[in-house]
C-alpha cells in the first residue's frame, strides 16, 4: 500500500510489548508514533491450565482468538514440554496475524475465517465443518467475549476454556493520557480491541475532541465506541494494523 502519515501524530493505545511493531509502520509511513499504552497482558497458569495442558490429546480442535492466546499457550507448553502432545490437533485462528505467530511456534491453521472476528469464525467454521470432533479447547484471555462460548453451546459441541492471560487496565499512564489529550498533541487516536476503548474511557478526564478521528481496527472495535458516544471512527476494510494506517492515510488525504 502506498500511503503517506506526513507527520501526524499516532496515539497507540495498545500494549507495551505490541505497540513496539505499531510504532515501527507508523514511523514507516512517516508518521509520529505516541505509545500511550493503555492495558497489561500478562500470561497466567493455574491448576486446571495445567490439566488440560497435560492432556492435550483430548482435543482435535484448538481454538485461538488473539496472538496474545498463542504466545501464552506456547508458553504453558514449552514450560510443561508438552509439544508433542499436538501431534494430531487442528487449529482454528481467528485471523492471518494470529495465524502468523501460530507458524512461529511450528503450527499451521486448518481454518482462518475471511473477516477478522468471532462472530464470523463461527458462522464460517461451522460452513466448512458440518460435524467435528468433541471435545473442543477454547484458548482465551480473562476478558475475551462469550461469541465462541455461546456458539458452542448452540450447537451441542462440548468445549473447554482455557485461560491462559490476563489483560487488566495500566492505569499508571492516565496521567500522560489526559496531557496529551489537553494539550491537543494527538492528531488521531488508535484503537485495536474493545478492550483499549474501555481503558480509554476509564481514565480519559475530559472529552471535547469530537473532531478528532478515531481508528478502530475492526467492527467489533468500532462498535464498542460508537456505545460510547464516539464519532468520526475510522475503520479498514482489512482488520490489521496495516489497513487501519492506511486508511488513517487516505482519511488525511481527502482533508487536504
Known amino acids: ?10 496515539l497507540i493505545t495498545r500494549e ?5 511493531e505499531f510504532s515501527r509502520q507508523v ?3 512517516g508518521g509520529i508514533p505516541v505509545e500511550v499504552p493503555l492495558l497489561n497482558i500478562f500470561c497466567k497458569c493455574n491448576k486446571d ?7 492435550l490429546e483430548r482435543y482435535q480442535w484448538i481454538f485461538f482468538t488473539s496472538a496474545n492466546g498463542v504466545h501464552c499457550f506456547f508458553q504453558l ?22 495465524a502468523h505467530v501460530l507458524e512461529k511456534f511450528g503450527y499451521r491453521a486448518e481454518f482462518i475465517p475471511t473477516t477478522y472476528s468471532a462472530e464470523a469464525m463461527t458462522k464460517e467454521f461451522f460452513t466448512m465443518y458440518s460435524s467435528m470432533e468433541e471435545p473442543v479447547l477454547l484458548v482465551q484471555g480473562n476478558w475475551s467475549r462469550n461469541i465462541l462460548p455461546d456458539w458452542f453451546q448452540e450447537q451441542g459441541i462440548c468445549f473447554q476454556a482455557l485461560e491462559v492471560y490476563e489483560t487488566s487496565y495500566h492505569f499508571t499512564v492516565s496521567g500522560q493520557l489526559n496531557q496529551l489529550l489537553s494539550q491537543n498533541h494527538i492528531d488521531v487516536v488508535t484503537f485495536t480491541s474493545p478492550s483499549s476503548v474501555d481503558a480509554f474511557m476509564e481514565m480519559k478526564e475530559v472529552w471535547c475532541h469530537h473532531d478528532l478521528p478515531i481508528a478502530c481496527i475492526g467492527t467489533t472495535t468500532e462498535q464498542r465506541a460508537s456505545a460510547y458516544g464516539l464519532t468520526n471512527l475510522i475503520v479498514p476494510d482489512e482488520f490489521t494494523i496495516e489497513g487501519m494506517l492506511a486508511r488513517i ?8
Open 16 to 20: 507495551e510489548s505490541q505497540a513496539k
Open 49 to 55: 491450565n495445567i490439566w488440560m495442558i497435560q492432556n
Open 77 to 98: 507448553l514449552n514450560e510443561y514440554s508438552m509439544h508433542p502432545l499436538l501431534s494430531k490437533s487442528k487449529f482454528a485462528v481467528v485471523g492471518r496475524k494470529t
Open 1 to 10: 500500500m502506498v500511503y503517506t502519515l506526513d507527520g501526524k501524530r499516532i
Open 27 to 29: 514511523s514507516q509511513h
Open 249 to 256: 492515510g487516505e482519511y488525511f488525504e481527502r482533508k487536504g
